[in-house]
C-alpha cells in the first residue's frame, strides 16, 4: 500500500484516510501495522464494489445510521470489519470476499 504523507488529509481526529487504494497521512502520524491493515481491508472492500460502488454504499449508509444511536462512522459496516479485523495479522489471507455484509446489521445491546 503507498503511503503519502502530506498537511492536508485526514481531516483532524484521523489517523489515515484511504482513497482508491492509497493511504493519507498526515507527516507526524506514526502508521502502524494494524492502521495499514484496517486500510487494506478497505482497499479489498473498494475492489468487490468497484471503488465507485464503495463509496456511494458509504455515503448512504452513514446518512442512514446519523439519526440512530452510536457513532454514524462506527455504524458503517465498512468501518466494523476494518476496526474488528485490523489486529487479526492473517485476516487478509484468510477474508472471504464480501465479508463487509455479516456487519451490516447492528447487534443488538
Known amino acids: 500500500m503507498k503511503i503519502i504523507r502530506n498537511r492536508i488529509l485526514p481531516p483532524k481526529n484521523y489517523d489515515a484516510i484511504n ?3 492509497l493511504l493519507f497521512c498526515r507527516r507526524s502520524t506514526k502508521i502502524t501495522p494494524a492502521i495499514v491493515r ?5 482497499t479489498r472492500q473498494m475492489i468487490e ?3 465507485v460502488g464503495f463509496y456511494v ?3 448512504v449508509e452513514w446518512l442512514i445510521r446519523l439519526p440512530m444511536k452510536g457513532n454514524a462512522y462506527h455504524n458503517i459496516c465498512f468501518e466494523r470489519e476494518a476496526y474488528d479485523c485490523m489486529d487479526d495479522e492473517p485476516y487478509l489471507r484468510k477474508r472471504k470476499p464480501y ?3 455479516k456487519y ?3 447487534p443488538h445491546i
Do not use: S
Request: net charge neutral.
Open 19 to 21: 482513497i482508491m487504494g
Open 38 to 42: 484496517h486500510e487494506q481491508i478497505h
Open 49 to 51: 464494489l468497484l471503488f
Open 57 to 59: 454504499w458509504y455515503f
Open 99 to 101: 465479508a463487509w455484509t
Open 104 to 106: 451490516y446489521k447492528l
